[in-house]
């Protein structure tokens, strides 16, 4: 397994921009595929954006397509999320996930490694 733990998180106004990073260490972090998914209160997880092992694919929720831009470091072993044009509706605790020689899925299955997470919180 790989340890993941996030950063970035915070408090935000509508409009605004906040980047995440997701920190990974104890495996070979270009063996997984990246995720974010994100969890606001009374609501499933869902997925954010992907990226590949090599990071030349991604893939995006349409909600927050053109808005949020998914990248990754293999040399410095961190996945992040640039988050702009932030709305209300994006308030939700973020989870960097890991997928051990996978794709860019957006289902939460294939994903065996989970951060504990960093709210998100855009005010209007």
């Known amino acids: 397994q790989v340890q993941l733990v996030e950063s970035g998180g915070g408090l935000v106004q509508a409009g605004g921009s906040l980047r995440l990073s997701c920190a990974a260490s104890?495996?070979?972090?270009?063996?997984?595929?990246m995720g974010w998914f994100r969890q606001a209160p009374g609501k499933e997880r869902e997925f954010v954006a992907s990226i590949n092992r090599n990071g030349d694919r991604t893939n995006y929720a349409n909600s927050v397509k053109g808005r949020f831009t998914i990248s990754r470091d293999n040399g410095k072993n961190t996945v992040y999320l640039q988050m702009n044009s932030l709305k209300p509706e994006d308030t939700a605790v973020y989870y960097c996930a890991g997928n051990f020689l996978g794709g860019i899925e957006s289902s939460t299955k294939p994903y065996g490694s989970w951060g504990k997470g960093t709210q998100v919180t855009v005010s209007s």
């Open positions: 104890g495996r070979t972090f270009s063996n997984y595929a």
